[in-house]
């Protein structure tokens, strides 16, 4: 069985300002962790993914994750945010099996 | 590379009636995924398919359908159109699904709506 939850479901910055959005998973086996992101009538677009190489995954747009086993996190962070960063991001978790599992996602809010 | 086609981007239909609808992954890709995006139950995997055979299959009633050609291109068919089913219905492919490891790639989706 997997799950994963966001914590937030609306994030809400300063352009300029470091992102954080937060992501707990659970997995009876070793995980796949992914981010998404989805703009306003857009599909989703992979940001990164960790698969059991790097604890720390770089993705594009800046943005990087932490996978930590002990607190089984996968955080999302952003030194500095823009405002096309403002979009519905998605935590996804697989693990043993084909079916992955997103989270409720959070609305990034990037304020001028 | 083109990125991963969903057709018709809208759609209006009323209840009762059936729908299908279309996704053309990347090329080279042979898993497609389905998905059904609603703000009230999020991202829930439908099913997917792997070389013309479904792999998977998420918590959805048999209404919800598809198929993969040998070409890769998949539908998915909804028959007996409930209020409930409008949606975001988003398709996604990967060379292969194995484990998880491999990245899908999203279409744009198709909005249903149902009347």
């Known amino acids: 069985a997997q799950s994963v939850t966001q914590l937030d479901s609306h994030v809400s910055v300063s352009e300029g300002t470091p992102v954080l959005l937060r992501c707990n998973y659970s997995?009876?086996?070793?995980?796949?962790l992914f981010w998404y992101v989805q703009h306003p009538n857009k599909g989703l677009q992979l940001l990164l993914k960790?698969?059991?190489?790097?604890?720390l995954v770089k993705g594009i747009n800046g943005f990087e994750a932490e996978f930590k086993k002990s607190e089984t996190s996968f955080h999302l962070t952003k030194p500095s945010a823009h405002m096309s960063d403002a979009a519905e991001y998605f935590c996804?978790?697989?693990?043993?099996?084909?079916?992955?599992?997103f989270g409720r996602g959070t609305s990034l809010i990037v304020h001028p | 590379k083109a990125g991963v086609t969903q057709t018709p981007r809208y759609l209006i239909k009323t209840r009762g009636q059936q729908v299908t609808l279309s996704c053309s992954p990347i090329?080279?890709?042979?898993?497609v995924s389905w998905y059904q995006q609603t703000p009230g139950q999020g991202l829930q995997f439908l099913f997917e398919?792997?070389?013309?055979?479904?792999?998977n299959k998420g918590n959805f009633p048999g209404r919800f359908s598809g198929r993969q050609f040998s070409n890769s291109r998949s539908e998915m068919n909804v028959s007996t159109l409930e209020l409930g089913d409008s949606a975001l219905y988003l398709c996604a492919s990967s060379l292969a699904w194995w484990e998880g490891e491999e990245t899908q790639y999203f279409g744009p989706g198709t909005r249903l709506l149902v009347l």
């Open positions: 398919y792997f070389s013309e055979t479904q792999r």
């Open positions: 090329s080279g890709h042979r898993s």
């Open positions: 960790y698969t059991s190489a790097a604890t």
């Open positions: 997995s009876s086996y070793s995980p796949s």
């Open positions: 996804v978790v697989t693990g043993g099996s084909y079916i992955p599992t």
